[in-house]
């Protein structure tokens, strides 16, 4: 799926220290197989929340010698850590860079009072502020993509990397007649999708999936494809994160390009 992801154009690979129970090691197949230059791909990696180390130099350290790079082109700071001081953060991340191990960081889950103190403190002390936001980006979440992060990029210019524009696997139709044996939901540890799904908020959501069917049909593309190019359409979206379990999923999703610049205003 890797090959096949950047055969078909996609050179940006998100990884985590808890992706795969920690052996986030998947992402480097492509410059072994193309044998293409490193410069070529972007790879970022998160650290922080749920995985082993605390400390942000080990992590980093530790996601590196997993990932087999010297290098990652952005280290994300997943969710900020409540018992550590922001600044310290900021240095620590600046630090990580200065050795080399990244060229930029970032923030997953922040808020924006939480950037906009890492971006001042940053300023303060001559340090390395953070360059983008991974946020949670759909049909059913928008503000913080639409109304709280343009703020940002226009103030201190904090790009937005989106994820989940499926509302993980909702918007895909596949629960509507409840949740199947092999989907995420049923697994163990993914108990908060299921309720998710089966909360009221869910039901109403599930409501609405019958008129995107709708609007899919007219622009002759599947729901997931649909949903995909609404987020790739918002100029306020730097990069939309995609992930698939099978070879099959991820062709129906980068489709979703052509869908995208061929509706062009149809989508928003």
Same mark, same amino acid.
């Given at each position: ?8 154009? +996609? ?8 992706? *795969? &129970?920690?052996?986030?090691?998947? @992402? ?13 791909? =972007? ?22 010698? !997993? ?6 082109? @952005?280290?994300?700071? *997943? !969710? ?15 630090? =990580? ?21 890492? $971006? ?6 001559? %340090? ?5 936001? %991974? ?6 979440? !928008?503000?913080?993509?639409?109304? %709280?992060?343009?703020?940002? $990029?226009?103030?201190?210019? +904090? ?15 596949? $629960? ?29 959501? %599930? ?10 049909? !007219?622009?002759? &593309? ?14 306020? =979206? *730097?990069? @939309? ?28």
């Amino acid at each position: 799926m890797t090959t096949l992801a950047y055969e078909s154009g +996609i050179n940006l690979f998100d990884t985590s220290e808890v992706y *795969n &129970c920690g052996s986030n090691i998947f @992402v480097f197949l492509p410059m072994h197989v193309f044998n293409c230059r490193r410069s070529s791909l =972007v790879i970022t990696t998160k650290i922080f929340w749920g995985g082993k180390y605390v400390h942000i130099f080990l992590s980093s350290t530790a996601s590196l010698g !997993r990932l087999q790079l010297e290098y990652v082109d @952005v280290v994300f700071a *997943n !969710r900020p850590d409540p018992y550590t001081p922001i600044e310290e953060t900021v240095r620590a991340m600046t630090y =990580v860079i200065n050795r080399g191990m990244a060229l930029y960081w970032g923030t997953s889950r922040w808020n924006s009072m939480e950037i906009m103190e890492a $971006y001042s403190v940053a300023r303060q002390f001559n %340090q390395i502020p953070p360059i983008c936001e %991974q946020a949670e980006y759909h049909m059913f979440q !928008r503000e913080k993509v639409e109304v %709280q992060l343009p703020q940002l $990029y226009h103030k201190i210019g +904090i790009g937005a990397m989106t994820w989940s524009p499926l509302a993980c696997g909702l918007i895909s139709g596949k $629960y509507r007649s409840g949740i199947p044996p092999s989907a995420r939901a049923s697994l163990k540890g993914y108990e908060w999708i299921k309720e998710k799904i089966m909360s009221e908020e869910g039901h109403r959501e %599930q409501l609405k999936l019958q008129e995107l069917e709708t609007l899919a049909q !007219r622009l002759q &593309c599947t729901l997931p494809q649909l949903a995909i190019a609404w987020c790739l359409r918002n100029d306020k =979206v *730097n990069s @939309v994160l995609l992930g698939a379990s099978r070879p099959a999923q991820l062709v129906e999703n980068i489709r979703a390009i052509q869908v995208s610049v061929h509706t062009g205003s149809k989508c928003n």
